[in-house]
């Protein structure tokens, strides 16, 4: 029956979704939630699959463009290391969003506000703190006029279940937010 359609998936995101989330098993959340959220919440995600589906900032030329341009900041900076992008799912973007508009930094119907549809991980080769410092410095001259100076978070000097990592958040005139893991 749709009901328990809809109390069954409510509990694989609310319950299962958070467990996988909590064990650090990111994409395995993402499935959970993408699979539950029609059932959970079917109206808006038409929408919002639209919407992501949509989104310039998921074209093939986008992502390419700055997975070269940040590699060529590592590299400029002389840190060895790679790059990796993620994409957030349509739950985890849909949930964003509306805590955004509650907060009113956006509105229910704009999605360039969300930092992490796609995310730009640079992946440091060796343990070292202070490159991963000069790193930002150098993302954040590139970025410059563009930051987001709300969005910074230093889980570094403040790990979190084991995640460490500097994120910073660009906002691309045209396109959207887009967030910076170092």
Known sequence: SPAKQWAKANEAIRAYGKLAGILNCYRWRRWIEDMAFPYAEPEPYNNVRAQIDA?????????????NELAGLMTSEGIRGSMRFTVNGYWQAWDKLQQMARSHRTSLNDYSAVNDIVSFRMLVAEQDEMACYRLLARVNKYFS??????????Y????QNGYRALQVTAYLPGTGAIEIAI
Do not use: C, G, M
């Open 55 to 67: 989104d310039p900032r998921l074209s093939v030329n986008f992502i390419r463009y700055y997975l």
């Open 156 to 159: 570094i000097a403040s790990p």
């Open 145 to 154: 006029r563009n930051l987001d100076q709300d969005r910074f978070d230093d």
